[in-house]
């Protein structure tokens, strides 16, 4: 069975840019998270989705910071503009269901300049 | 709010020696992770952990819970260069802590580093 595929794989940008990272979870597999990862912290959850619908973004910073999963399957993080602390590796995972056991992507290291 | 508090951070250990990484969390709760992470990879799943007494292992590593001192463990028995990586400790809250499922609080990570 496929992984979860993240893209891109790295991305630089200067402060005040946006950009934007894709994620396609486990066939099959109904929730959906991004997390962050700040160089030697524990990842940190930004949003959790179910299907199509937001669980959980309590911890997203919504004024810079958005994702969607339009159809349920593939889902996108989007941030603009960027700020300095931004710079971190953006984990997406994929779970069965909200109590099953999440599987991570391999990331995307994002450094702002 | 839930903390979660790996100890220690870090972890220099011989080869051949025994050590154990501890995990503890401040919020009632009935399921935990373990995960391990290369330099530069993402995270893979080690143990999960879903009720209090719980006991797994794999290889030379084994995972504890005891939900009710809020604290699990990872033994590592007669370590070897290849257990060398950042372990981590996930902590999901679920209806016992009174939230949904699937919202993991993460520690700090212990670095591992296995010498011959």
């Known amino acids: 069975e496929a992984g979860v595929a993240q893209s891109p794989r790295y991305k630089i940008i200067e402060k005040r840019q946006s950009v934007a990272f894709w994620c396609n979870p486990i066939s099959g597999h109904a929730t959906l998270y991004w997390y962050q990862q700040i160089l030697g912290q524990g990842p940190k959850l930004l949003i959790q989705?179910?299907?199509?619908?937001?669980?959980?973004d309590s911890q997203l910073p919504k004024d810079r910071f958005s994702a969607e999963r339009l159809k349920g399957v593939d889902s996108t993080l989007k941030i603009q503009p960027a700020k300095l602390e931004d710079s971190a590796v953006y984990l997406c995972?994929?779970?069965?269901?909200?109590?099953?056991?999440?599987?991570f992507g391999p990331g995307t290291r994002l450094t702002v300049l | 709010e839930l903390k979660v508090e790996q100890n220690p951070l870090f972890l220099s250990m011989q080869e051949g020696k025994n050590y154990t990484i501890y995990c503890n969390y401040s919020?009632?709760?009935?399921?935990l992770y373990w995960y391990r992470q290369d330099p530069g990879k993402s995270l893979e799943s080690l143990f999960v952990l879903l009720s209090n007494g719980a006991v797994k292992q794999e290889g030379r590593l084994m995972a504890s819970l005891d939900t009710k001192a809020r604290l699990s463990t990872l033994h590592i028995t007669a370590a070897v260069h290849d257990l060398s990586a950042t372990y981590f400790c996930?902590?999901?809250?679920?209806?016992?802590?009174?939230?949904?499922?699937?919202?993991?609080?993460f520690g700090q990570g212990t670095i591992l580093t296995v010498h011959p």
């Open positions: 995972a994929s779970s069965r269901g909200a109590e099953s056991e999440q599987f």
């Open positions: 919020t009632t709760s009935d399921r």
């Open positions: 989705f179910q299907n199509n619908g937001v669980v959980d």
């Open positions: 996930a902590v999901d809250m679920g209806w016992a802590g009174g939230t949904s499922y699937g919202k993991l609080t």
